[in-house]
Structure formats: structure tokens, C-alpha cells
């Protein structure tokens, strides 16, 4: 069992650019989330995903697209990179809503 | 007021001191969770509850429904128990995880 796959761990992105982060389980959870963590705050929840096909937003969602096609892939997409998105993203997933978490080892993105 | 509130912050604590880390929120909730995030790594789970006590290893972690309260108890403290220990509750108006800003444990040999 590989558990949480986030990929890519660093990344660097120029004001306007657009990327994906990869988030993968491989275990049969239905609910996937992805998280930002910043500095002297919690970690904020972006959107999430109760299943394949269903998405919703969270906390902080501006900037940020996902789509679930499959139960086992939740990429996040940033449309046009901003500064402000300079951040440590996490992915995580658990069995169920309310259920043991499973994490990335998340992904460093400085946006320049 | 944040919904999920540590103490302390930062904590420093000699090898083998008992060590307790507070989780107060103000929410309704359907679980607690107690995470460890290494610096520079990711998170991991110690624990899920949502009533009474549960033990792993040197690890126990309570909760108090009435009290709104839960507190993460580590026995022998080692310096490998330095990390961050993250509370975060699944509950509020959206039954949604919301985390707490973390307490910084450092433990000295």
C-alpha cells in the first residue's frame, strides 16, 4: 500500500501560470480533501470530494479547481498563479467523511 | 475567537517528563483528531475520538464531550517526540475538519 501520493513535493511558479497538484490513494477511501498550511494558521481545507464526481468547496476555494473522476485521484488545480498562493499544500483522505485521516507528505509551492 | 484553540503553543520539556497538550473548542463536533506533523514533514494521525480515552504506546489522548475539551497526554518523553501536534474537529454548521494552529513540542535530552 502506497497511502497518500502527492506529487510533486516543490515547486516554483511564475505570477499567471497554471499547475496541478497530484493527489492519489490507493486506498479505496472515499473522501479526499486538500489543504493549505501557512505560517502562524491551521490548516484551511481548499475543497474536497465525498466520491467520485462530487466535489465542494471549503474554507478557501478562490483560485483553486478540482474534479474527482476516479475514487482514487483528487488533482488541484491552480488556474493563474498568485503569490498569495505560497503555501505548503497537503492532500488527505479518509475511509469515509468522518474516519482515521491519511496525508501527503505535502507539496512546497512559492509562487514568484 | 478561533473554533479550535491549543495550549500551549510552544512547549519545551525534558527527556522523560509526562507531557500535556489542551484542545478546547467551541463547536459541536463528531470527532476529534490528534495529528503529529514533524518539521519539514508531513502529518500523521495519532488519534480519532469521539468519547472517553484511547492509549497507543506513550500516547493517550482523552476527550471530555460536556467540557468541549481533549487533551493529548505523552508518558517518557523522548526527543523523538519533537514535533508539531495538531488538534482539528469534524463538526460546526458544515460538519467540516477545523484545525488547531498547533502546539511545537520540543524535548531535550
Known amino acids: 500500500n502506497a497511502g497518500v501520493t502527492q506529487t510533486p513535493k516543490f515547486q516554483v511558479l511564475k505570477t499567471g501560470q497554471s499547475m496541478t497538484l497530484q493527489c492519489a490513494q490507493d486506498m479505496n477511501h472515499e473522501y479526499m480533501s486538500w489543504y493549505r498550511q501557512d505560517p502562524g494558521m491551521g490548516l484551511r481545507l481548499i475543497h474536497y470530494s465525498v466520491g467520485a464526481g462530487i466535489t465542494d468547496q471549503g474554507e478557501v476555494p478562490n483560485g483553486y479547481n478540482v474534479s474527482r473522476s476516479t475514487t482514487e485521484d483528487f488533482p488541484l488545480r491552480l488556474l493563474s498563479a498568485a503569490p498569495s498562493q505560497t503555501s505548503v499544500y497537503f492532500c488527505?483522505?479518509?475511509?469515509?467523511?468522518?474516519?482515521?485521516?491519511?496525508f501527503g507528505e505535502g507539496s512546497r509551492l512559492t509562487v514568484l | 475567537k478561533n473554533e479550535v484553540e491549543q495550549s500551549p503553543q510552544n512547549l519545551t520539556a525534558q527527556e522523560g517528563e509526562f507531557i500535556t497538550i489542551n484542545c478546547s473548542y467551541s463547536?459541536?463536533?463528531?470527532?476529534l483528531h490528534w495529528l503529529q506533523q514533524h518539521p519539514g514533514g508531513g502529518i500523521v494521525s495519532l488519534f480519532m475520538l469521539s468519547s472517553g480515552k484511547k492509549k497507543h504506546g506513550r500516547l493517550i489522548a482523552t476527550i471530555n464531550i460536556q467540557e468541549k475539551h481533549s487533551s493529548l497526554h505523552i508518558t517518557a518523553s523522548h526527543p523523538r517526540d519533537s514535533a508539531v501536534y495538531i488538534c482539528?474537529?469534524?463538526?460546526?454548521?458544515?460538519?467540516?475538519?477545523?484545525f488547531g494552529t498547533g502546539t511545537l513540542l520540543a524535548v531535550q535530552p
Open positions: 482539528a474537529v469534524t463538526g460546526g454548521a458544515t460538519n467540516k475538519l477545523i
Open positions: 488527505a483522505s479518509s475511509y469515509r467523511a468522518i474516519g482515521e485521516l491519511f
Open positions: 463547536v459541536g463536533i463528531s470527532a
